[in-house]
């Protein structure tokens, strides 16, 4: 089955303890995403990337890093998290058009990671 | 810089009512436009997407955009809304960068 996982779904931690949520795709997708959502914010993205080695920022990178390394993954991280992290985390994959400005087509979503920093 | 606004944070109507939800948003070149929408506690499901060719953009479950240049607009539709289309429904826009609306709500009355 197709599908975007993360892990865990579900995470309480405490103010300054690096943590790590993991993003993993099935689909052999170009392009990966990180956003957060916060209420009447939408959807924020925080890190992409277009291929393996290439990651740039997005609207809200401050406090994340990310890194590619395999094609199929695309880990956050959070060095030293704060209460302001505090969210609702999203991993996405998706194809890429081809062409001189090719972007991103349809993006597949994870579940979804719920981060609460104490 | 692009930006998506989605004016109505909250719509409600009534079942088998038509529906439209607007979008307007702010990019440099032709734009790739979306509309997903989430279920509540779920993630995001596309529902249609505008990259290039026919302004109207045909979707899933009878939804239908159309792309409007000159107003800078890429409004969602439906002719006839089901209990089952309440949801959170989200514009995005974008090429690599993606920006999303901040999403408008829809509630369905019996």
């Known amino acids: 089955e197709a599908q975007v996982t993360q892990n865990p779904r579900y995470l309480i931690t405490v103010t300054g303890k690096k943590l790590t949520v993991t993003c993993s795709q099935n689909m052999n997708h170009e392009y990966m995403s990180w956003y957060r959502q916060d209420p009447g914010l939408g959807l924020r993205q925080i890190y992409y990337?277009?291929?393996?080695?290439?990651?740039d920022k997005g609207d809200v990178p401050e406090g994340y890093k990310v890194s590619r390394k395999e094609k199929r993954n695309f880990p956050l991280i959070l060095e030293s998290p704060s209460p302001n992290q505090t969210s609702l985390y999203f991993c996405?994959?998706?194809?890429?058009?081809?062409?001189?400005?090719?972007?991103?087509?349809?993006?597949?979503f994870g579940p979804g990671t719920r981060l609460t920093v104490l | 810089a692009q930006s998506v606004t989605q004016p109505d944070i909250h719509i409600t109507v009534s079942e088998g009512a038509s529906l439209e939800l607007r979008c307007n948003y702010s990019?440099?070149?032709?734009?790739?436009l979306f509309w997903y929408v989430q279920s509540p506690g779920q993630g995001l499901q596309l529902l249609l997407k505008y990259f290039s060719g026919d302004t109207l953009v045909q979707g899933i479950k009878g939804f239908e955009a159309e792309f409007k240049r000159s107003q800078s607009s890429f409004n969602l539709r439906k002719p006839s809304v089901h209990w089952s289309d309440a949801a959170e429904y989200f514009c995005a826009v974008g090429r690599r960068a993606l920006t999303f609306g901040s999403g408008t709500r829809l509630q369905v009355q019996p």
């Open positions: 990019y440099g070149a032709t734009p790739y």
């Open positions: 996405a994959s998706s194809s890429i058009s081809r062409g001189l400005a090719g972007g991103s087509n349809e993006q597949f």
């Open positions: 990337s277009m291929n393996v080695e290439v990651t």
